[in-house]
């Protein structure tokens, strides 16, 4: 029993929920030294059964905005917005078509979801998404200009793809090494 306990306070911590045990339990650090993403992880305590609601609930409002996004794909303003409203929803989810702040932020916690978007491995990867997602979103919004709202959509599909692979080991090199091989133009 006391191993089942202990695997399951790892997986505790694998997925970013305090644990509850007494030994691990140290004196508060003082007034001022928390972060600003210590203090809101700290408000922002749910239990497992919530975090769980929460990731199905974005998961599922994210899928739906992403599939309705194609009812309206001939649009591609309105297209525009519907597939980044359900990637802004949705975003997080590893390994997924619609990957920051919604459905894994739940699972494993905001603080935690943000340093493994700002991990060196995925930084660049991170940034190019979210500026693609902007760009998409003033595209559709502010300029209302199909052609660049389209070029601006398959720049934040490409740049999801590539962000949802920094997640698997060896994912990134070995597309490159296949895209590279593919469009190679020796004879």
Known sequence: M???NHAFEKVKILVGMEVDDDQNVSAPPEEGTFSFMDDFNR???LSTKQRIY????CLAAGLTCTLLSMLVFFNPIKF???????NLLALGRM??????????????GPKRQVTM???????YATAIYLASIIIALFC?????NKLLTLLAIMLEFGALIWYSLSYIPF?????????VSCFDTEF
Do not use: H, Q
Not at 140 to 144: K, M
Not at 171 to 179: E, G, L, P, Q
């Open 54 to 57: 929460g990731f199905a609930i």
């Open 171 to 179: 994912a990134r090199s070995m597309v490159s090494k296949i895209m």
């Open 117 to 123: 978007m700002l991990d060196p491995v995925r930084i």
């Open 80 to 86: 525009g917005i519907t597939f980044t409203f359900g």
């Open 2 to 4: 006391e191993k089942m």
């Open 95 to 108: 390994l997924s078509w619609s990957v920051l702040c919604g459905s894994t932020a739940f699972l494993i």
């Open 140 to 144: 559709a919004l502010y300029v209302r």
């Open 43 to 45: 408000n922002c305590t």
